[in-house]
């Protein structure tokens, strides 16, 4: 052993010379699923710690997949936190790569998909969706690896066509029964009416006018309107919204208040005619015939928001140490010229000012914007994004094509809900970590949940198309035991939940009154990581009291030692789980801590600092 590198997440006691392969055994090996093929694979393959200036790494083997980029090592790592069935703790869904970089000693070049690579490469640079990064070292592989690993990235990470995702080639069994019978998909007539039903709006109904997509690819097959409205004035007012997008009822109150969605009119549409026919349908559908509150949303635009995300990209995945403290001294001023925090306000208060019109003022609210498939979608997610038909194959990027605009519109959306997860913590059922597990799960190319523009698009799949590819199975990203341990989807629910919590939520919407959400943005940098505290502490502690107080409550019999055994075990937990948990290593392994004594000196922790944020 001539070299012994060692950090809280990497330890390596391999020199660089005197390795000819890496031997693992079955357990330490990539596990492939069914119907999962090799592109490509590389032995030696050097995987730095991040912001390690590449002084510390684990020698393994990178492989490239139809479904993941893999790096496996024979050194084993403690990790308690959450563990997916589909991926290894270094492997990432090709789906969810965003960017590849060639990186030399002072410089990284961005690599384009389709190109192809003809020189070697020694290093390279994955920056993914989800802001996880990884940069590997080929500099003891063989002299063609780079390049036939990157090649075959650059090809199968950026699919031409939707049958080229790997869900088309997915070939383990499902059972679509399975999920939990209070889910329901929102894909059938009686799905909707039982909506309807449930929430006592008066004077709509049910409409079938697009029965079998008749009317518009883009629309579902069955959609709620006004009941004065009949199917023909729909068929000849829908060809004037842009995506055929007429207004669609989606939630109301048994006091007659209805949300109700709807695209922008044509450009080359300039008589609002039939825009203001069924607008007066909506009114008349209100008990007090009450004139309907517009609220529109066309900023910010898709363009607006994915120009954000690639600012807030770039501060929470620095490669260097150089760069991290360059962009710790100055982080609130470059946190504010990404704007992410501010189309957040803007979303959460255009959110107030339409629970303030239903709520307080009783009156119908129609949200109105481009095709009406972006902004408009609101809160539950399969029925307002996934059946509605938010355009997720085009907004996440999941097929390369110039001529679509790519924006995390979704990311936005659990930003703002885990901005009201802060403010009112016993108000919802989800934890963060819920919020950000789905995140990660819209970029899995498994599960149809986040993998099509619309539900005409999932009906095709399901049934085979003119295209010759077999039918796909439907696999929803619901039934989270695919991915899951019943361990892992304990940590989805809030254990400071309270279900008789009523009162209307009126948060603050100023940027004074928000937070970055520091568990999806920066877990995968182990500088800011608080060893030992930070909000898992305080949930897991809080996860304690609560099973105890139901304990209680269930009898006082045979305690004692189920209390006891309950707070050894939450006490052993808690002397491993850091601030990122569970998302991150366990820091036990020794080693620096994860905030470089380098970094702690009288300049970084200014007031602009970083590691002076709250947790």
């Not at 090799?38 to 590449?54: C, F, H, M, W």
């Not at 650059?154 to 679509?176: S, V």
């Not at 403290?325 to 959460?348: A, E, I, M, P």
């Not at 010759?468 to 254990?495: A, Y």
């Amino acid at each position: 052993m001539n070299d012994i590198r060692e950090d809280n997440r990497f330890k390596s006691y391999i020199g660089e010379t005197d390795l000819e392969s890496v031997t693992l055994d079955g357990t330490q090996r990539t596990k492939f699923l069914e119907g999962e093929t090799i592109v490509s694979e590389a032995q030696k393959v050097l995987l730095y710690a991040p912001l390690s200036d590449r002084k510390k790494y684990v020698v393994g083997v990178l492989t490239v997949t139809t479904f993941k980029l893999s790096f496996v090592c024979a050194e084993e790592v403690e990790f308690c936190g959450q563990q997916n069935n589909l991926l290894g703790i270094n492997d990432v869904c090709l789906s969810s790569i965003d960017v590849i970089y060639q990186v030399s000693d002072r410089t990284k070049k961005k690599l384009s998909p389709g190109q192809n690579i003809t020189g070697r490469i020694k290093d390279i640079l994955v920056v993914c969706k989800n802001m996880k990064s990884f940069e590997f070292s080929f500099k003891m592989s063989d002299r063609d690896s780079g390049k036939n690993i990157v090649n075959a990235l650059l090809h199968h990470a950026y699919p031409k066509r939707h049958t080229l995702l790997f869900a088309y080639d997915y070939k383990e069994p499902h059972i679509n029964s399975i999920l939990p019978k209070e889910v329901r998909l929102f894909q059938t007539r009686l799905d909707w009416e039982k909506e309807l039903k449930r929430t006592k709006c008066q004077n709509w109904r049910v409409s079938h006018v697009n029965i079998n997509y008749q009317i518009s690819p883009l629309l579902i097959e069955t959609i709620i309107v006004p009941q004065s409205v009949t199917d023909n004035i729909i068929k000849e007012a829908v060809e004037k919204f842009r995506s055929r997008g007429c207004p669609v009822w989606v939630w109301g109150t048994s006091k007659g208040a209805a949300l109700v969605r709807m695209a922008d009119l044509l450009p080359t549409v300039t008589d609002r005619t039939e825009e203001n026919k069924l607008l007066e349908h909506i009114r008349k559908s209100h008990p007090e015939k009450r004139v309907p509150h517009i609220i529109d949303l066309s900023f910010p635009t898709p363009k607006d928001i994915n120009v954000s995300y690639l600012k807030l990209r770039e501060l929470c995945t620095p490669d260097n140490t150089r760069l991290f403290k360059s962009q710790d001294f100055k982080f609130y001023g470059l946190l504010d010229s990404t704007k992410w925090l501010f189309f957040v306000s803007v979303c959460l208060t255009k959110a107030n000012e339409a629970a303030e019109h239903i709520s307080i003022l009783e009156s119908t609210v129609v949200l109105q914007e481009g095709n009406g498939q972006d902004l408009n979608c609101i809160s539950l997610i399969q029925k307002d994004w996934v059946v509605l038909g938010h355009p997720f194959a085009n907004r996440l990027g999941h097929i390369l094509c110039k001529e679509i605009d790519q924006s995390p519109l979704f990311l936005l959306f659990l930003d703002c809900v885990w901005q009201l997860l802060q403010q009112f913590p016993s108000a919802f059922q989800i934890s963060e970590t819920y919020l950000t597990t789905l995140w990660d799960s819209a970029h899995i190319s498994v599960f149809d949940t986040f993998l099509f523009n619309c539900q005409h698009q999932r009906f095709m799949a399901e049934y085979g198309s003119s295209n010759g590819h077999p039918p796909l199975i439907l696999r929803s990203v619901w039934d989270w035991r695919e991915q899951f341990s019943e361990r892992d989807i304990i940590q989805f629910c809030n254990p400071l939940y309270d279900d008789s919590y009523q009162a209307i939520l009126k948060p603050h919407t100023g940027l004074s009154g928000l937070e970055i959400w520091t568990q999806c943005y920066f877990r995968w940098l182990p500088d800011l990581e608080i060893r030992k505290g930070g909000r898992p502490q305080i949930d897991l502690y809080s996860r304690y009291i609560v099973s105890e107080i139901l304990q209680f409550q269930q009898g006082l019999g045979e305690l004692n030692g189920k209390l006891n055994e309950n707070k050894e075990e939450c006490i052993s937990l808690m002397k491993k789980v850091n601030s990122f948990y569970p998302f991150s290593y366990n820091s036990e392994l020794g080693g620096n801590d994860p905030i470089d004594s380098v970094l702690l000196t009288g300049d970084t922790l200014d007031s602009q600092s970083i590691l002076n944020f709250n947790d």
